[in-house]
């Protein structure tokens, strides 16, 4: 079957019933079984021509030698033996366990995202067609050219213009985790740029190979994770600052993060002369002797740039309430947000720990309910959802922003190492966090009806179309027409008729 509601416009007269069919239309969606959804894919599919092509976009960044893949998905002999293993993963779409982690719901919400890398329907079709069929290598002269390989040193959101690495730090094989604060770097900056994107990898001595058994993404790694400002000595924070006493933060560093990349309307400044603080880091053991440390990559925007928006705070979660019961599945969670001024959300990133399984992320305003999103959630991946700029939601002031967070502590969620225990709040794994460290920018009145205009503009909507994510955006309802009141029978006096 297809599920409705798939496109980010829904163009349907009347809200109210805009919001009974996106709840049928999910709740049949959801009961459909994977397969029966995918759509035919006609004659044969090869390894060469169809199948290299999606693991060259999607799966090679890690599925490549010295990476943080447990095997590379470059070569057909490579490829073939992990044919029904790609199926089976690939298949389980939204969540824990799908390949390549990213756990969008592809049935509700906003479906445009910067560097998304899952799979269409048509593609997860040709990878079950090809599995199934025994999986053909085909004519190699289809294959496409090979894609630019770099292994772990590879940077995912181009080749930064400044790196700035952490102090290099030692954890034995056998030690406790650690939590501290390192000696900050500097950045040697000689004027302020405005970044683009940052990236943050491990460089580390763990030998490729050296460790067969590994199984899981964190065990290539000790950094598990870094809270980090920028700062310049001696120098109070302002508005554009993103470090402690400021508006702003810079996203969190966690092992398995992809890189950020920052709307072209809302840069992050990093000072002439500012430093890197490596705050907050948690290092723990991963079974070797291991020597690490952060590189942080930056790209800039081109000198002389200038943002429109400065960003908001995000204050979209909930610790005091978590009460996450033993043995239990499908327990839940809500946290909400008033909004104070315009805002343009920006990212959205769902954190729990072991027990949390899913997330969604609503708009209400007034009497309008949107759900903007609803993404699956495996605690071994940090996943920061990037709105495309066209389709980022405009929120008026007053919008209460809502997380949902979906719990399982039945024994079914492999993460959780013993789902007998009850967990409340905390930093362990096996305690709980439930919070959406995404980002937005604060608009004035006036940019935020500019944005809407342009939105409006590009969308061509028509009177009374609902676009998820921007309450306001639709057009001018259509008023009732004022018609003459038909005269009645039995009279003919044409009362009523003015
Ligand atoms: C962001 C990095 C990343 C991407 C992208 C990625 N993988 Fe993986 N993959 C991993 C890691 C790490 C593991 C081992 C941990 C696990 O099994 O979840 C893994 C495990 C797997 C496994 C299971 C291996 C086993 O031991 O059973 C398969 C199959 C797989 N990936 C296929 C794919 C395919 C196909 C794609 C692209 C469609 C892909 N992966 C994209 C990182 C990635």
Redo the contacts with the bound molecule.
């Keep these: 079957m297809i599920c409705p509601l798939e496109g980010f416009l829904v163009t349907i007269r009347s809200l109210r019933y805009a919001m009974t069919l996106g709840f049928t239309a999910f709740a049949l969606c959801a009961t459909a079984t994977a397969a029966d959804t995918l759509p035919a894919v006609p004659g044969e599919v090869t390894f060469s021509r169809d199948i290299a092509p ?2 060259q976009r ?6 490549q030698p010295d ?5 590379s ?1 470059l070569t057909y002999q490579q490829v073939r033996p ?1 044919a029904k ?2 199926k ?3 298949m389980i779409r939204d969540k824990a ?1 799908v ?4 756990y969008l719901e592809k049935n509700i919400g906003i479906q445009h995202f910067k560097n998304d ?1 899952s ?1 269409s329907d048509l593609e997860l079709a040709k ?1 079950a067609k090809w599995a199934d069929n025994g999986a053909p290598e085909g004519n190699p002269a289809d294959l496409p050219a090979a894609k630019e390989l770099g292994g772990n040193s590879h940077w995912t959101a181009g080749t930064p213009d400044l790196i700035i690495p952490s102090p290099w730090i030692t954890v034995k094989a056998g030690a406790p985790d650690w939590w501290g604060e390192l000696a900050s770097a500097p950045t040697g900056l000689t004027e302020d740029r405005w970044v683009k994107s940052v990236e943050i990898r491990e460089e580390n001595d763990v030998q490729s190979g050296s460790d067969g058994g ?4 964190g065990s290539r790694y000790i950094f598990h994770h870094m809270i980090w400002t920028t700062h310049v000595p001696g120098q109070e924070a302002s508005v554009d600052d993103f470090s402690e006493g400021s508006s702003g933060t810079w996203p969190v560093h966690e092992v ?1 993060r ?1 890189a950020d990349i920052f709307p072209d309307s809302a840069g992050k400044l990093l000072r002439k002369g500012a430093e890197v603080v490596f705050t907050s880091s948690h290092l723990h053991s991963n079974g070797h002797d291991t020597k690490s440390r952060l590189l942080y990559g930056f790209t800039f925007f081109p000198k002389g740039y200038q943002p429109e928006f400065r960003y908001g705070r995000r204050a979209l979660g909930n610790g005091v309430d978590i009460d996450i019961l033993g043995g239990q599945g499908e327990q839940r969670l809500d946290a909400y947000q008033v909004l104070e001024q315009p805002t343009k959300i920006t990212s959205y990133e769902p954190h729990m720990h072991a027990p949390g399984v899913r997330m969604c992320f609503e708009a209400i305003w007034g009497y309008n309910v949107q759900t903007l999103n609803c993404t699956g959630y ?1 605690h ?2 940090v996943r920061a959802y990037e709105y495309e700029d066209d389709y980022a939601p405009l929120l008026p002031k007053g919008t209460i922003l809502h997380i949902i967070g979906y719990f399982d502590q039945s024994g079914k969620n492999k993460n959780v190492p013993d789902p007998r225990n009850w967990s409340g709040s905390g930093n362990r794994s096996i305690t709980n966090m439930f919070i959406d460290l995404g980002q937005g920018v604060n608009m004035t009145d006036e940019q935020f009806e500019k944005e809407m205009a342009n939105r409006r503009a590009k969308l061509h909507l028509r009177p009374n179309d609902v676009v998820i994510g921007c309450p306001l955006c639709n057009g001018e309802p259509i008023k009732p027409r004022q018609r003459p009141m038909a005269a009645p029978a039995s009279t003919g006096t044409g009362a009523g008729q003015e």
């Design positions: 999606i693991l999607s799966c090679q960044n890690c599925h990476s943080v893949a447990p095997m998905l992990w293993s790609i089976t993963r690939t366990g390949m390549p982690p990213y890398p799979l990878i590994r199984k899981t993404v398995g992809n495996d071994n991946w």
